[in-house]
């Protein structure tokens, strides 16, 4: 085999792309596209997530087995033992398989001369497994492959249930999909999946929702095409309720790309949206969204933070912020956020966002509601960023988040797993006098 056609040799070559601070998602797109063979690509897919699910696990175990480090150029070697380790603990396939494989794949690499070490040091860590695995259990960084600092966050910010976001942010999540109702009513799209073998279930927790077990291809459901849903996680799917619409609102969705929370507040209610993105390059991305779900928004590329360059001066009844953060909310879905996310980014975004809330006041309407929403679960970007907000601007009312959810501040936050959803901020404030 060649590094062009081995899962193994390319999902090592896309994780130290990873580790070097390319996104998960990039590199998966990028290698994936080389592969044919669907067991392949779904090979290469568990690879390279559980790689970076786990990096801050084999990378430390690595470290105390080699005697000295490899060098840059031989990234994609560190990054295959890895895997190596991550095969034998995580994925549960047989020890002379995911040997046997992992050393091949250096040839694949055509790296051959670091088959023998490869081998050598596989084969010590299944002798000397059991120490190895309760010295790396004894640390919560190592044990749940999390970075330090996010530990130490966790446990100062919700020290009764670090344990279980850690747990969750390394379990798989279900798929949730969100259906289009002014297409199809969700009874009806539940039939006809259950039509050609798809079975899903009813959550209580979201009225447009369904959970199917993760990992489809959901172009290959049936109304892709025709607009019958999109893929949304339950948390998210609460902002369009939260909302509170009312038809001829006129609506800002102030950082709305991809357009999963624009699309729903169209399914749900008659309203001018403006949905706008700092990110041009994201646009076309919600164009085709909304345009496949059949729904229509004035979309514009602008800065949230400076409105005299996008605003035509006219007040919104409503307003979405779903701000920039760190998305320690998603990590089970996007694990490299783990290896990508830095102690300082904290502070960077919290200020970010508070310069958005600060420039989009104003533009809400006497009466109006702005929603807050953060993919995040640190009180730095949530409970104490809404708490700041209201001390700033007399004229804000909080009002309370109709979920049950953990109370944060004036606002509410589910935790990762809870529900089955991501995890998730929300805050509420009006405009009074
Ligand atoms: C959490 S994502 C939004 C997801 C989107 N609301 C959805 O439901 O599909 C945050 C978005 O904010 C955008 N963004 C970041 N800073 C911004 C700013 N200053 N003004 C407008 N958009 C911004 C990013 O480009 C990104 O698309």
Not at 176 to 183: A, F, K, S, T
Not at 400 to 408: E, G, I, S
């Amino acid at each position: 085999m060649s590094a062009k056609t081995d899962p193994r040799a390319l999902a090592a070559q896309a994780l130290a792309g990873v580790a070097a601070g390319q996104s998960l998602r990039a590199a998966f797109a990028d290698t994936c596209a080389k592969l044919r063979d669907p067991r392949d690509r779904a090979l290469l897919s568990a690879l390279l997530h559980e790689g970076a699910r786990w990096w801050l696990r084999f990378d430390v175990a690595l470290d105390a087995m080699l005697e000295r480090p490899l060098r840059e150029r031989d990234a994609d070697i560190h990054a295959l033992l890895v895997l190596g380790l991550v095969q034998l603990e995580t994925m549960g396939l047989s020890d002379y398989a995911a040997v046997a494989a992992t050393v091949e794949a250096t040839r694949s690499l055509r790296k051959p001369s670091f088959a023998g070490l490869v081998n050598a040091l596989l084969r010590r860590w299944l002798r000397e497994r059991e120490a190895r695995n309760a010295a790396l259990d004894a640390d919560a960084a190592t044990r749940s492959a999390h970075p330090r600092w996010l530990v130490g966050k966790l446990l100062s910010d919700w020290p009764e249930q670090a344990e279980s976001i850690l747990a969750a942010n390394n379990a798989p999540a279900r798929l949730w999909l969100r259906v289009n109702r002014r297409r199809i009513a969700r009874a009806d799209f539940v039939v006809q999946l259950a039509a050609t073998g798809v079975e899903s279930r009813v959550p209580d927790a979201a009225p447009d929702a369904l959970i199917l077990d993760a990992s489809r291809d959901v172009i290959t459901l049936p109304g892709y095409a025709q607009g019958f849903f999109s893929v949304q996680d339950g948390a998210a799917q609460q902002a369009a309720m939260l909302l509170d619409l009312r038809g001829g609102q006129r609506v800002l969705d102030a950082c709305a790309a991809p357009g999963g929370k624009s699309a729903h507040i169209l399914e749900t209610a008659d309203v001018a949206l403006t949905a706008l993105d700092k990110d041009a390059r994201r646009l076309p991305r919600l164009h085709e969204n909304l345009g496949r779900l059949g729904l229509t928004a004035d979309v514009r590329a602008g800065d949230a933070a400076v409105p005299r360059d996008w605003w035509d001066g006219k007040p919104y009844e409503r307003i979405l912020l779903d701000a920039p953060c760190s998305a320690t909310g998603i990590i089970r879905r996007q694990p490299d956020v783990k290896l990508h996310r830095r102690a300082d980014d904290i502070p960077a975004l919290a200020a970010t966002q508070a310069r958005l809330l600060d420039a989009l006041w104003p533009l809400l309407a006497r009466g109006g509601r702005l929603v807050y929403a953060t993919c995040s679960v640190l009180a730095d970007e949530n409970a104490r960023q809404i708490g700041a907000f209201r001390e700033r601007h007399a004229d804000a009312r909080a009002v309370a988040v109709p979920l049950a959810w953990h109370a944060a501040g004036t606002g509410a936050q589910n935790l990762t797993g809870e529900s089955g959803m991501d995890g998730f901020f929300y805050g509420i404030v009006e405009k009074h006098n």
